[in-house]
């Protein structure tokens, strides 16, 4: 009996590597750069990972879901790429190695190899063969020549810009590392300063990104709508206001708005304090100079002047009403962005919230020009809050009477026609900053030179690679100061020249990987065979978090490199199909001494409470909280896959929610999906000797319980495919938990109810292959022996048939009232209905006595006794 107790329990540790070895023998899941043809391609990418040190669950959660998504296509007939690589550089590499010494290549190689381990664990469905790491120069020179060929196509820019300026970290901070005014990691305070910056030319494209988002049916509906938002366009217009004593040069200012229908509303004009005007006032008045100099602290983030207290300093100076004859004061405020319109407003307390907040601190005056719909003009006044919306405008001389559309159209006429103004189109995108003073990233390929100027590295010279000796322990950049590496020979005079020592921003390594895995190996950035064959990708998978910048950077870069010939990607759209996964969550939980305990450390109770698996103490049990390293809240997916292995791990993270949504990864969860495994194995294991062989041909005629079990079977290959297809991945697990279900309830042994059972067990093995491939397989060298493996199966169809009811469930009344239900045979006789309706117990019993004086029948649906 040895030989059964050994066999009988499924064991991940030791299958799972041997399934793993047997795919990459095989070579499943690579295809060609070059796809022959026979197969239609699809092409599916998760969001390759940041190489931080281990995976965390929510990769275990991304690459599942996509590789559910490859091995179903696989199985559908696709040639399916799905690739994997590593995002790797960025500033934890250059903080490890300024905490601990080690160079940050060293590094992140290092937890590459962890990671990749990792992954290989898991049972991806991957193309090895494909990866890469952006950190590598035979990756970072191809992205040197995409620069080169942008900066030729007058997509780059050097321009002087404000930054936000981390004087701690001596680093230029993008908007999202300024937390509060505040540097992320060092939290000084930041500081506004002007420097020279490579751009990339985003705008160029804004109006096309904009249209675009109106093509991407597969994308949710809330990405695309976080996109119009990031992109911004705006009507409105741009209206001079006359200086009535000129500055320094300066006679007028002008303003963008898109209220200009308020005009007559004005209150006051206010100029950024990065106003050239606002500069001319503030050399040669202190007072004005000490407020500019004030906001130069608060940071360049529209989160930041969102929250900050509305201040402002009155210049003295006024400007004169394009219309009225009027004059309004001045003021420089800290709540106009130089980088948005012209860094001009003119301010309208009564329908702006913003311009009231300000007039009310200042008392400056408040006139409504715009009255709500039902409201009376001679009462109707502002309070607290502004009035934003559509109405009437009043107290606008010509306007008075129009609507706000139709006020807008015509003051924009009578700016027009006056030269006072014009109609325009604003977008809130602004162009790419990509520069940044840090080392670990992909140098920017220019050098200068003090006589000709800017000069781009010639191609043949490519990969400009990073130096491996730096000194990062010095605060500020360390290519700029490294002893020799930045000095070099211009390649145009020869004379002594520098190179550039801003290296890219990392979303530019993001922003064309999933292109450079058509081709990984390519002497150019992209084989445009290889590019055009593949792309778009069909299923694109990742985190919410990206929504915004990756996705719009990609969908830019795919255009400007279309547009320089490397891509042939008509609609310049990169991901046809884009799925946002839910957070995992956890638990979290404090010792007695108040500090966050892993989940590891604790041990949870049968009510509810918790203690310490160690000292035995009790454990606070908290909110359930996405997983994250501050509140130790996190579980490892290495030690789970040790424990269970990885089909378990995959199964319960399927199984929990619809995928889109947030998950809690819970110990009972866990288990429940290894009895799972273990039942499955069980019971193939246990029917196996009482089933035909493999390919054996169907019986003439089967019993009613064989044609139910057969039914049950063909349903569920109909459900799970609807499933998969749809994203519904919890929805397939739960019916497999069902089909599971059904077929160990079936008993008997006859021929045919056996064939049945084969045809189930078989089925149950296939569809849940995506979701569990190293059981699948397993189970299927049991089931039909030198069959090849599941992962080179194509796809169950359903038998329409099989799968349609035999039975119908017909709902019994009397006298209108529900009394009960019988079963009968679709197409049944209507005397056997009736009389299978007039026996049913509860039936029986209302009618025990009385006279039936009519039967209505409803095939299919519904019997009504009338007495
Ligand atoms: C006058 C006005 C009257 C405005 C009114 C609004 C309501 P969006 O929709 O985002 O494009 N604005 C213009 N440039 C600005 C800048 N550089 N910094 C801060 N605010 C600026 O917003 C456009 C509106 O934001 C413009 O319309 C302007 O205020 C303000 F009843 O002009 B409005
Ligand atoms: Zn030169």
Redesign the pocket.
């Known amino acids: 009996m040895d030989q059964i107790t050994d066999t009988a329990r499924y064991d991940p540790a030791e299958a799972e590597p041997r399934w793993q070895r047997a795919w990459d023998e095989a070579g499943c899941f690579a295809v060609p750069d070059l796809p022959d043809g026979t197969k239609p391609k699809y092409y599916v990418l998760e969001m390759f990972p940041y190489p931080s040190g281990r995976i965390h669950m929510g990769h275990v959660r991304n690459y599942t879901l996509g590789d559910v998504v490859a091995r179903y296509k696989r199985a559908r007939g696709f040639a399916v790429m799905h690739p994997m690589g590593w995002d790797a550089f960025g500033l934890p590499a250059e903080n490890a190695a300024r905490e601990r010494g080690i160079h940050p290549g060293r590094w992140t190689w290092d937890n590459i190899a962890t990671m990749r381990g990792e992954l290989k664990r898991m049972g991806l469905s991957l193309d090895w063969s494909r990866e890469f790491a952006t950190c590598d120069p035979a990756y970072y020179g191809h992205q040197q020549a995409l620069f080169l060929d942008f900066l030729e196509a007058g997509l780059v820019e050097r321009k002087e810009a404000f930054v936000n300026w981390d004087p701690v970290d001596q680093t230029v901070l993008a908007n999202e590392q300024v937390i509060d005014g505040r540097g992320w990691r060092s939290g000084a305070v930041v500081e506004r300063r002007k420097l020279s910056q490579w751009f990339l030319r985003i705008t160029r494209y804004a109006e096309d990104l904009l249209a675009a988002l109106d093509t991407l049916d597969r994308w949710p509906e809330r990405v695309r709508t976080m996109q119009r938002n990031w992109i ?1 366009r ?1 009507d ?1 217009a741009r209206i001079r206001f006359r200086l009535e004593t000129p500055v320094d040069g300066h006679d007028a200012v002008e ?5 200009p229908d ?1 005009l007559f ?1 004005m209150s006051f004009l206010a100029l ?1 304090p990065d106003h050239p005007l606002a500069a001319a006032i503030a050399a040669r008045d202190p007072a004005a100079a000490a407020f500019v100099a004030s906001c130069r602290t608060l940071g360049t983030t529209e989160a930041a002047l969102e929250t900050a207290e509305k201040r402002g300093h009155d210049t003295g100076l006024r400007v004169r009403h394009p219309f009225n004859g009027r004059t309004y004061p001045v003021w420089i405020a800290n ?14 307390p ?3 919230q913003r ?1 009231l907040d300000f007039a009310r601190r200042y008392g400056l005056s408040v006139t409504p020009v715009v009255l709500p719909p039902g409201a009376e003009a001679t009462t109707f006044a502002i309070g607290d809050t ?1 009035f ?1 919306e559509d109405g009437t405008l009043i107290n606008s001389d010509f306007l008075d009477g129009l609507e706000v559309p139709a006020a807008k159209r015509r003051i924009v006429e009578e700016l027009e026609r006056t030269g006072q103004g014009t109609g325009v189109v ?1 977008w ?1 995108l602004r162009d790419w900053g990509i520069s940044r003073q840090r080392y670990w990233g992909c140098p920017i390929p220019v050098i200068h030179c003090d006589a000709c100027g800017i000069v781009p590295v010639p191609k043949d010279q490519l990969p400009v690679r990073l130096p491996e000796d730096v000194d990062l322990a010095r605060p500020g950049n360390p290519l700029d100061h490294h002893p020799t590496w930045k000095h070099v020979a211009c390649p145009r005079c020869r004379a002594p020249a520098r190179r550039e020592t801003d290296t890219m921003d990392t979303f530019v390594d993001s922003s064309w990987y999933f292109a450079r895995f058509t081709a990984p190996r390519a002497e150019t950035p992209t084989s445009r065979a290889a590019a055009d064959a593949w792309l778009p990708v069909d299923q694109y998978i990742g985190g919410i978090e990206h929504a915004i910048l990756h996705l719009l950077y990609s969908r830019f870069f795919a255009r400007a490199m279309r547009d320089t010939g490397h891509l042939g990607l008509a609609s310049g759209e990169p991901f046809a199909g884009l799925f946002t996964q839910g957070m995992v969550k956890h638990e979290t939980y404090r010792g007695a001494d108040g500090r966050w305990l892993y989940p590891a450390e604790v041990e949870k109770r049968a009510d509810g409470t918790a203690v310490h698996r160690e000292t035995g103490e009790p454990v606070t049990v908290g909110a359930v909280e996405a997983m994250s390293k501050s509140k130790r809240n996190t579980v490892d997916p290495g030690a789970i896959i040790d424990r269970y292995g990885a089909d378990t791990a995959r199964w319960f993270i399927l199984s929990d929610n619809p995928p889109e949504r947030d998950m809690e990864w819970t110990e009972a969860g866990v288990a429940g999906a290894h009895r799972f495994t273990q039942r499955v194995w069980r019971l193939v294991q246990g029917a196996l000797p009482s089933l035909p062989p493999h390919g054996t041909p169907a019986p003439a005629g089967f019993s009613a319980e064989a044609r139910a079990l057969r039914r049950a079977t063909h349903r569920t290959i109909a459900a799970v495919t609807q499933a998969l297809e749809t994203f519904a991945f919890n929805v397939a697990v739960a019916r497999l938990h069902e089909f599971a279900n059904a077929i160990a309830d079936v008993r008997g042994e006859d021929d045919d109810l056996a064939w049945a059972r084969r045809e189930a067990l078989e089925a149950l093995v296939r569809l849940f292959s995506p979701m569990m491939p190293h059981l699948a397989e397993e189970c299927w060298a049991l089931l039909a022996p030198g069959q090849g493996m599941v992962a080179t199966l194509p796809w169950l169809e359903h038998d329409t048939t099989l799968a349609a009811a035999d039975t119908v469930t017909i709902a019994v009344q009397v006298m209108g009232r529900l009394r009960g239900t019988i079963e009968v045979p679709v197409g049944a006789d209507e005397a056997a209905v009736l009389a299978a309706a007039e026996a049913e117990t509860n039936v029986a019993r209302a009618l025990a006595g009385r006279t039936i004086r009519k039967r209505i029948h409803v095939p299919g649906k519904i019997v009504n006794f009338v007495l």
């Open positions: 911004g705006s409105g303003v963008f708005t898109t209220r308020t509303g950024s709540f106009v962005l130089m980088e948005y319109g012209t860094g001009a407003i003119f301010g309208c009564g329908h702006d311009d502004a934003v604003q809130r």
